[in-house]
């Protein structure tokens, strides 16, 4: 169905302007396509309108895969927003104390993203508070291996050593 009219299944699904550019280039395109082989037939040799044709079917298929990167593009954003949400909404619940509701919106954006290095440092830590040490020690040491989490350096080793002094 996306590719039938580029832009329109956007910017109906989704309001957005960039799917509106896409929908009107593909219908401009179209009418002059149309206008030219119906009504303007003297303008054109046949080898012309085959040409036209052809350089239309052309931009069909790349209006189609604008929209289709537009639509990848704002999907993406809004799980990245998403995130952001449930981090926040994380964040709230652990500083009010509420460790099994903030445990749960870790584990929503862990669902996404199982390398996500700020929700595993707060989960680690989570679990630092609510006596899980054992848990919060692996966490930590699984960290320490991923590249993502190298700008966390300081601040994991040393949830490791409140952890190791807990114990």
Known sequence: MHFLCPGTYGLFHYGRWSFLAVAVAFFLALDLLLVVYFFW??????????????????LWFLLAQVSLYCEKMLLRRRDADSKRNFFA???????????????????EILKRNSRDPEALLMLATLFRHT?????????????QNFEESKKWFVEIETELRRVAGSQ
Do not use: H
């Not at 012309?48 to 350089?55: H, S």
């Not at 909404?89 to 584990?107: I, K, R």
């Open 131 to 143: 006596e899980r040490f054992e848990e919060s020690r692996k966490i930590l040491q699984q960290l």
């Open 89 to 107: 909404d994380a964040q709230v619940q652990y500083l009010q104390g509420n460790w099994f509701e903030a445990e749960c919106f870790l584990n």
């Open 41 to 58: 037939t003297d303008c054109m040799t046949p080898q012309g309108r085959y040409a036209g044709v052809g350089a239309f079917l052309l």
